[in-house]
């Protein structure tokens, strides 16, 4: 069974740098898609970048300063943030789909907080 397990949340300054790691733990499957999104307090989950064979795909918001790398033999992944700003601080959440069929649908981690203050 899949079980996404994200880690490397925590307190940042803005103009500073965080990496957030995700890793499967239930299960041997391996993973067409992997990603993130994030949800602020009182906000809308949103998408923030997922990662399959074909490349990464960013949010124009964060394209630039953020990057995914992933580990398919760990079944893992990866966000790098850097140059963060006041307003994303939020909960990161993993996202993970073994094929591109609808069939096969979204697996999420249970989130890592981010916290971004002065």
């Known amino acids: 069974q899949v079980k996404l397990v994200e880690s490397g949340g925590g307190f940042v300054h803005p103009g500073g740098s965080l990496r957030l790691s995700c890793e499967d733990v239930?299960?041997?499957?391996?993973?067409?898609?992997m990603g993130w999104y994030r949800q602020a307090q009182g906000g809308q989950r949103e998408f923030v970048a997922t990662i399959t064979d074909e490349g990464p795909v960013y949010a124009h918001s964060v394209k630039g300063r953020f990057a995914i790398p992933r580990d398919t033999v760990k079944s893992a992944v990866y966000l790098e943030m850097s140059r963060l700003e006041f307003d994303e601080p939020a909960v990161y959440y993993c996202?993970?789909?073994?094929?591109?069929?609808?069939?096969?649908?979204?697996?999420w981690g249970q989130g890592t907080q981010v916290t971004v203050s002065s």
């Open positions: 239930g299960s041997s499957f391996t993973f067409w898609m």
């Open positions: 996202v993970a789909q073994r094929r591109p069929e609808p069939s096969f649908g979204l697996h």
